[in-house]
């Protein structure tokens, strides 16, 4: 248990093709270069150990690179079992100074399709540093604070709660890892997080977590809220899933999109992303909604607002983007469209009933290829459910592209600095990063693509009172 391998990727000859695509990356990531650029004398993470928990694309590993070149020490894993590109992870690892037979690069551990037992052991390597923990982690989706808080409670309780027959498989593994390391290497969970300075976290789905934990008192660090940027969920949540969902859905089944019926569950951000680009492609997008103000966004926006169970017969495409439980469930997958296409795309796979599918009676499941599966009802009738209900962008295929990536990693840069070098302004608790710093990441963004801004004159400042130099508008600004 103790023993802390230097890294593990799926292959390392991929590496020089992984490099290729970081080199295209880069151009695309103007923020991330710019704090490159900006910060290449004074390296203001110098002496950080930062470990990250983050789907493992090529827009992270320019994230990654960028956390070293500011003076970082970094070890990652992906936040998801098959979000993993396996040339990306490989380049990392190799590192830009390296060769496959000599690796010089970041500690990785991550390859598409872990096992949740792999995955779980990614998640603790990524967090295990010679002698201690991290300062610094960025999570996307909440599992590493969560896996270090788990850790200190049961350290703390010195017991493991008992499994339940209601505990899901991922429950039983983590629970296995918990006791494993209390019976090994007792202490030294409470041991890592005693340098962890904060977490910046990245979706919706890990700041919910963190907000709950934040509120039961049981909160261990400051954390920043990265996903509540404006630059963050206004652009990636929905310009990047305006993108990734469709190719999601065309690399796994390569099926006509015009014409079709669609349903999108929840019209959020990543929900209108979703509308978007499926009326883009000419489907006949319909909207569920739980929350009123959502709902008649979506009808002002010209799409049908009705429930699942309306949309059953004629669905030929279903997604999920509502960061909730249990939303299709094996009873409606039970009444959909023959080869209809089921798919999630929030943060996880709990928003499809994925165990009640496989326990449906005489039910048969047929591997099209990787992430792609068939499952075939006792009437008959069959269905495909892409990358078993886990996000399908990333499992599907490869994420978002990388500049809208590009203002999400450019917060989480800043954060990390803001973390590490103004713990004063961060007490424990969940945090946003200001306003200001939000403009700068847009800022960061413009001259690529040939934005001219309008520059407010002293009298046009004063008459709307904000500084010229921003920011520009009130916190309670929506957007
Ligand atoms: P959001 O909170 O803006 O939107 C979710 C919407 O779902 C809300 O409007 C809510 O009212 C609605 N909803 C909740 N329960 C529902 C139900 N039972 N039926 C219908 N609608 C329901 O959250 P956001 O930012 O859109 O994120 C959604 C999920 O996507 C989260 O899990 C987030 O972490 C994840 N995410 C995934 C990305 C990806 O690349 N796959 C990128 C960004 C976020």
């Known amino acids: 248990d103790l023993h802390i391998p230097a890294f593990k990727v799926a292959d390392l000859s991929l590496a020089e093709f992984g490099r290729q695509e970081i ?27 930062i470990s990250g928990s983050l789907h493992m694309t090529v827009q992270t590993a320019v994230l990654i690179e960028t956390l070293v070149a ?13 979000s993993t590109q ?22 990785v551990f991550a390859w598409k399709g872990e096992s949740l037992r792999e995955y779980w052991w990614c998640t603790q390597q990524a967090l295990s540093w010679p002698g201690g923990g991290p300062d610094l982690i960025v999570d996307d989706g909440g599992d590493a604070t969560s896996l270090l808080h788990r850790g200190v409670e049961c350290e703390r309780a010195g017991t493991v709660p008992p499994p339940s027959a209601a505990d899901s ?20 969970w409470q041991e890592a997080v005693r340098s962890v300075r904060g977490v910046s976290e990245e979706t919706t789905t890990g700041v919910l977590r963190l907000y709950d934990m934040e509120r039961e008192g049981g909160l261990l660090f ?18 990047g899933v305006r993108h990734s969902l469709i190719d999601g859905i065309n690399r796994a089944t390569d099926v006509l999109i015009g014409g079709k019926t669609a349903v999108v569950c929840g019209y959020g951000d990543v929900g ?3 509308a978007e680009s499926l009326r883009g492609q000419g489907a006949k997008v319909t909207v569920t909604e739980i929350d009123p103000i959502c709902a008649l966004q979506a009808a002002m926006d010209g799409y049908p607002v ?30 959909m469209k023959h080869q209809a296409v089921v798919g999630n795309i929030g943060h996880f796979d709990n928003e499809i009933d994925m165990a009640g599918l496989s326990a449906f009676p005489g039910i048969r499941r047929t591997r099209v290829k990787p992430q792609v599966d068939l499952w075939t009802f006792p009437d008959g009738h069959a269905i495909i459910v892409l990358s078993e209900g886990r996000l399908l962008n990333l499992g599907n295929a490869t994420g978002h592209p990388s500049f809208v990536m590009s203002t999400s990693f ?5 954060a990390q600095i803001e973390l590490f070098t103004g713990a004063q302004k961060y007490p424990v608790g969940v945090h946003r990063l200001p306003k200001h710093l939000d403009e700068r990441v847009a800022r960061l963004h413009l001259d690529a693509l040939g934005v001219h801004l309008t520059e407010l004159d002293q009298r046009q400042a004063d008459y709307i009172g904000v500084p010229v130099e921003g920011p520009y508008k009130p916190e309670h600004y929506r957007y």
Request: with cysteine; glycine share 6%; charged share 25%.
């Open 222 to 239: 400051p954390a920043i809220n990265v996903n509540d940027s404006v630059t963050k969920s206004k652009f990636d949540n929905r310009y």
């Open 272 to 274: 209108k992303g979703c």
């Open 70 to 82: 500011l003076g970082a020490e970094v070890r990652w894993a992906s936040c998801n079992i098959f």
């Open 306 to 335: 009705a429930t699942l169970e309306e949309m059953l017969p004629s669905a030929d495409l279903v997604v999920t983007a509502t960061g909730n439980r249990d939303i299709i469930r094996a009873e409606h997958m039970a009444l």
């Open 410 to 414: 450019a917060n989480q840069v800043i």
């Open 169 to 188: 498989e991922e429950e039983a593994v983590v629970r296995e890892l918990l006791a494993r390391s209390l019976e090994m290497s007792p202490g030294r």
């Open 23 to 49: 080199d295209l990356a880069e151009h695309e990531m103007p923020g991330l270069m710019a704090l490159r650029r900006e910060y290449a004398d004074t390296a203001p993470l110098r002496g950080a150990r």
């Open 86 to 107: 396996d040339h990306a992870a490989a380049a990392v690892a190799v590192g830009p100074a390296g060769t496959e037979h000599e690796p010089r690069g970041v500690p």
